[in-house]
């Protein structure tokens, strides 16, 4: 019953991106997407589905596709810098703290070992994953990744991501007659992919 009733309140969630879209334009959807990527208060908001969606109302001439990824690119590698910048300064500060229940230095050391290792590939990676996404660059703030290795991969997941999620929706708007009918399975489609691999990781780590 729960099931039954939550996926139904999942599934309307994102039924009112559309008229959300269209009643904040072009800077609501820069807005939430600079927040979604680097800002810690931006992890629950619906970055796939409204780049998706607003690359199909792009199609159905409610706004301009080069416009709308544009915005959406820049916005996405600004949100990442942000939160980069945030872990960056964060970080030192952690390091000087007594270990406590909620915190341990081992986990930061383990951080920096990470992003030293497989930082790049997370970055891009990460973009296709909700709330990932968000903590990702402040984790490789506090991780302390060279700002130049970060920024390179944050631009080519930035363009990947903020780019090729609204073509995409675009796309299928433009070839796919009445595909209106079809976008809120399509969106919950796309957020269960998103959403895939990190409950294929949590699932391997707890078999293991």
Known sequence: ???FEGLLHFMAQFHDVVPLIKTVGYIGITVIVFAESGLLIGFF???DSLLFTAGFLASQDYLNIWVLCLLSFVAAVAGDSVGYAFGRS???RLFKREDSILFHKKYLQAAEEFYEKNGPKTIVIARFMPIVRTFAPIVAGIG??????????????GAVWGVGVPLLGYTLGSIIPDIDQYLLPIIVFIIFISIAPGIFHILRARFK
């Open 144 to 157: 302390k990744m060279k700002y130049r290795t970060f920024l390179s991969y944050n631009i080519i997941g």
């Open 90 to 92: 964060v970080g030192p």
């Open 45 to 47: 908001l619906p970055g």
């Open 1 to 3: 019953m729960f099931g």
